[in-house]
């Protein structure tokens, strides 16, 4: 031993050996037998003595040296010499405690006889001890300068009959422990013949209990045992499991090669290697790291692919020095096998009422998303092994999209976890690095599993329209197993190298735009479209949900604060333009603020905001309604456009001058838009006499087409049927009316064409207070998408030709007057001229008066 510890066991010699097998010299046989019969006669002390010893326990008729070396342990032994050399010799239970104290010692212990001592030249004492029967401690009397106790000798029954069974039992401990001394070659005749003349079961166990590498704590619960039977029936179980140990090491040692069973292979060997490592100097807490891991990985229920990985990492760690650098990469990765939810699931709430009244509660609206949700509900009823869908909410922002992910999860009693692929760029975010890298972890998704828990939780994939591709990768195409049903039930990360079922995960995606999402992503979820909120629907919201939460979260009283409807159609009006209710809860919120100073600053009561009073708290507001234009415009139409964030109304303009038939497009207009506007400037021009208009009388003028908000990028086809109709408009000079709102790609031959998002352009229309709309004849069926309230208030025109959109649009007929005379003969008199000149020098043409310019348009 590196450094000598105090009482520690030296040795362990058969109990009652011979004379001469005694370390150290002990006393003769005969000397050994007298001291017994005197200790058996004499009676007892009531008090003794206590030395804790370390690493052994004691037994009855056992015979072995220690070492002491603590003062107040020196000290016990002192007063026993001086007595009558009696001493109670009592275990540690934890061996590494300096000082222990009694709840540090075992109550049971065995009365000994100090019966050799010998001082060492460093102040520690060798003795040797004999143990003589048992004793538990009754009383504490001292602690100093030495421990010293009240006993209670423990008497055991010793005269119980021998019967059958007991002799049976009896000849079996003897033959094992025959067995096994001949394994580790200590077979003699001497020690057989004091096995044999043993008699007493009670003693016999004690005998065999001693010479067994034992546990403190199995050692312990023998010397427990007060009755003698039951003592070595406890014994032979041991004596079983050591004999198999001790058959084992024989086999290993002469390479024997007859077949074992694993469990005892393995059992054996670890058992070596803990020796092994202990000579080396290796830290017991290792083992002890080791073999919990083992019993966590065991326990953790690993397909068959996972388990036999771990195995064989956990081999490789054991066999490793904890310092060497892949010794730390290999119990990362053990660590993150055993805390994955492999087999741990929630378990649904499938009751399809419940679910409801929740999605009710928590959101407004949103019936076609509810719908979906209450079917896999019922579904999953009725089918439990039906794999978890992948859902796709497509909307402008504001709508509630991540909100209502969080409901579902309350709704199915699942865990909930959300991931924002908004910006991401690496493969690896969603695979993960390989373990190869330094730092290497493995990709969100498994990250999130592991937060969550649980195998099937609602995963949320926030903005998965701005996913971007870089040398790196591209993020979206490893979503394409994650997020396909037939392929994610055996999902590999790279981190983990090992398939992880994700097929009852229920993902759940969302997105502002359909066109950025790759065709085969988009093709693999179920697209829910999300639409904006009419004003009447953000009322309503806003005082069932949004305002409630504000005021709880400024710390004010259901009660103390009312908001009138009126006053939330002057915020969502005046100080919001969305589709969403983002900026009508920030809005919101600032009132709120401002009146919980009120109330911080010490004013009392209730607080009411009106219609009217909005603008005290909010300042200016930051719309303004759009302007009357009393009869409608010459040349300025009104279009219907959709963007990321809903319906807008848009304006466009034409005007005319003098010029030479050119075409300008302003306004920050995109490719298909300016082709748009093309193609309506032919169909203006094919249909000039319909509408008043010489074939030419596009030559000696420029239109400037114009959509104002020039700061705002715009495109898209749909806006064909406005741009002409602001053009016919501002050829004939008819106005067009005010009230009406259009949409609608056009052709040359003036059909009109499908256009998508029809119900966010109705609501904008609304919002906008324009009552008509005209829409293409082939988007009649998307209007069942448009809330039967708002249907109710609207007029929607749906046509097929540019013909019927003119006469819806414009106040009146065109004009079939014939335009004013054109600068075309002009032109022709000019070149007279010009050819006059050149075949007659020196001469000048005659004089023409100049022609007239043609005559403006009226408005």
Known sequence: MDEPRDDSLEEQPVSGPPPEEVPEGGPPAEAEANSEEDQEEAPLPETLPLLPVRDVVVFPYMILPLFVARDSSIAAVDAAMNRDQLVLLCAQKDQNIEHPLAEDLYEVGAVGMVMRQLKLPDGRLKVLVQGLTRARISSWLRTKPYYEVGIEPLDEDEDAEVTVSLEALMRNVREASEKILALRGLLSGDVMAILNSVEEPGRLADMVASNLRLKIAEAQEILDELDPVERLSKVNEHLGKELQVSTMQAKIQSEA??????????????????????????????????????????????????????????????????????????????DWIVELPWATSTKDRLDIKRAARILDEDHYDLKKVKERILEYLAVRKLNPGMKGPILCFLGPPGVGKTSLGRSIARALGRKFVRMSLGGVRDEAEIRGHRRTYIGAL???????????????????????????????????????????????????????????????????????????????????????????????????????????????????????????????????????????????????????????????????????????????????????????????????????????????????????????????LTGSLGEVMKESAQAALSYARSRARQLGLQPGFYEDLDLHLHVPSGAIPKDGPSAGVTIC???????????????????????????????????????????????????????????????????????????????????????????????????????????????????????????????????????
Request: include cysteine; charged fraction near 30%.
């Open 442 to 664: 493995p990709g969100r998704i498994i990250q999130g599993l592991k937060t969550a828990g649980a195998n099937n939780p609602v995963f949320m994939i926030d903005e998965v329209d701005k996913v971007g591709a870089d040398m790196r990768g591209d993020p979206t195409a490893a979503l394409l197993e994650v997020l396909d049903p037939e392929q994610n039930h055996a999902f590999s990360d790279h981190y983990l190298n090992l398939p992880f079922d994700l097929s009852k995960v229920m993902f759940i995606t969302t997105a502002n735009l359909e066109d950025t999402i790759p065709e085969a992503l988009l093709d693999r979820m179920e697209v829910l479209e999300l639409n904006g909120y009419t004003d009447e629907d953000k009322v309503t919201i806003a005082h069932t949900h949004l305002l409630p939460r504000q005021i709880k979260e400024h710390g004010l009283k259901p009660g103390q604060v009312t908001i009138s409807e009126g006053a939330v159609m002057e915020v969502i009006r005046g100080w919001t333009r969305e589709a969403g209710l983002r900026n009508l809860e920030r809005e919101l919120a600032s009132i709120c603020r401002k009146l919980a100073r009120r109330v911080a600053e010490g004013a009392k009561g209730s607080f009411h905001v009106k219609s009217g009073g909005v603008q005290s708290f909010l300042g200016v507001p930051k719309f303004l309604p759009e302007d009357e234009r009393g009869e409608g415009e010459v040349g300025v139409s009104t279009g219907l456009a959709w963007t990321a964030f809903g319906g807008e109304v848009l304006r466009i303009e034409v005007s005319l001058v003098e010029g030479k038939g050119n075409l300008t």
């Open 725 to 859: 109709t602001a053009i016919v408009s501002a050829l004939t000079g008819v106005a067009v009316k005010e009230d009406v709102a259009m949409t609608g790609e056009v052709t040359l031959t003036g059909k009109v064409l499908a256009i998508g998002g029809l119900k966010e352009k109705a609501l904008a229309a609304l919002r906008s207070g324009i009552k008509n709309i005209i829409a293409p004849a082939k988007n009649k069926k998307d209007a069942s998408e448009i809330p039967p309230k708002v249907r109710r208030r609207l007029n929607i025109h749906f046509v097929e030709h540019m013909d019927e959109v003119l006469e819806l649009a414009l106040v009146d007929k065109p004009r079939l007057k014939r335009p004013a005379p054109r600068r075309k003969p002009a032109r022709k008199t000019a070149a007279k001229k010009t050819a006059a000149k050149r075949t007659m020098p020196g001469k000048s043409a005659p004089k023409k008066a100049p022609s007239q310019p043609p005559a403006k348009k009226k408005p």
């Open 257 to 334: 090669k007859e077949e074992m069973t694993k469990s005892q292979r393995e059992y054996f060997l670890r058992e070596q290697m803990r020796a092994i490592r202990r000579e080396l100097g290796d830290a017991e807490d290792r083992h002890q790291e080791m073999t919990d891991l083992r019993q966590a990985l065991e326990k953790k229920g690993l397909p068959s692919e996972a388990h036999k990985e771990a195995m064989k990492q956990l081999l490789r760690l054991e066999q490793m020095q904890p310092e060497a650098a892949e010794a730390t990469i290999i119990r990362s990765y053990l």
